[in-house]
């Protein structure tokens, strides 16, 4: 089991994404998500990690396990996280920008995050955030990396819960 978690807030056609204050993607764009912690589940961790990166409280209603994000040798603290999609109500009141200890919370429209010619967004998110978006089913994203550059993303569908 992986040690992560990564989740996608959707309000309408747009998606929370925080600009991270730390590594790993320090400066880039990237989902809500942190650590899984002892005797947690990767659904209590991303509602956990949502509430405290965000102040935003979800039910485990709004969310939707999505599949895996690996990588072979790019160490973002570790290879691999559990993925998530967050739905909230297009009238759920959260104004962004604001600023949070993790870094600076915004909504952005879903085409600019899935925009493989954006360099602001963590590198791997444009090749799988659709699929975690528009997709039914879950899958696995394995990003192989050579060094800190990304050379591809394998796609394999993984058996739905």
Known sequence: MHKYVLAFIKRKDEILLINRNYQPWQGCWNG??????????????????TYEET???????????????????FDAMGNGL?????????????????????????????SWASDKENYGVSYNIPYFIEDVIYDEHRYEHYCVFNERY???????????K
């Open 32 to 49: 809500i998500g942190g650590k899984i912690e002892k005797n947690e589940t990767p659904l209590e961790a991303i509602i956990r990690e």
């Open 55 to 73: 102040g935003l409280m979800v039910s485990k209603e709004q969310v939707f396990d999505k599949g895996l994000v690996t990588w072979n040798s």
């Open 82 to 110: 559990h993925v998530f999609l967050i739905h909230i109500d297009d009238d759920t009141p959260f104004d962004t920008p604001k600023k949070m200890r993790e870094g600076i919370l915004d909504f952005k429209p879903i």
């Open 150 to 160: 990304l050379k591809k993303v394998v796609k394999r569908k993984l058996e739905d």
